[in-house]
């Protein structure tokens, strides 16, 4: 329906998504991020896991959906993998009315 935002295409999702990652966790050898690393395989403090969300969500203006939809899969959020996030957060952004709000 809506043309898709350059910024909310995959590959600049998950560019993102892995920079966020990098700066919450700078001190970390965790090795490259890919879709099938797990949260968890970060060494990601709970802390980290909340400033993860909140950020996303925010950059995204979300309001608390990716949250709620996380919760709604019953999986741990630091058992997710990035492809999970990813995915999630791209199924968000594609509904009516999510995603960054116009200027």
Do not use: C, W
Request: proline content about 3%.
């Amino acid at each position: 329906m809506s043309a898709q935002s350059p910024d909310n295409d995959i590959p600049s999702l998950f560019r993102s998504l892995k920079e966020l990652l990098q700066d919450i966790n700078d001190d970390s050898d965790a090795g490259e991020v890919t879709l099938e690393t797990r949260l968890v395989d970060l060494g990601l403090e709970s802390i980290s896991l909340v400033y993860l969300m909140a950020e996303l969500q925010q950059m995204h203006g979300l309001g608390d959906a990716l949250f709620r939809l996380m919760r709604g899969k019953g999986m741990l959020m630091k058992d997710m993998s990035v492809g999970d996030i990813l995915n999630s957060l791209h199924a968000l952004i594609g509904l009516p009315g999510a995603g960054r709000r116009a200027v």
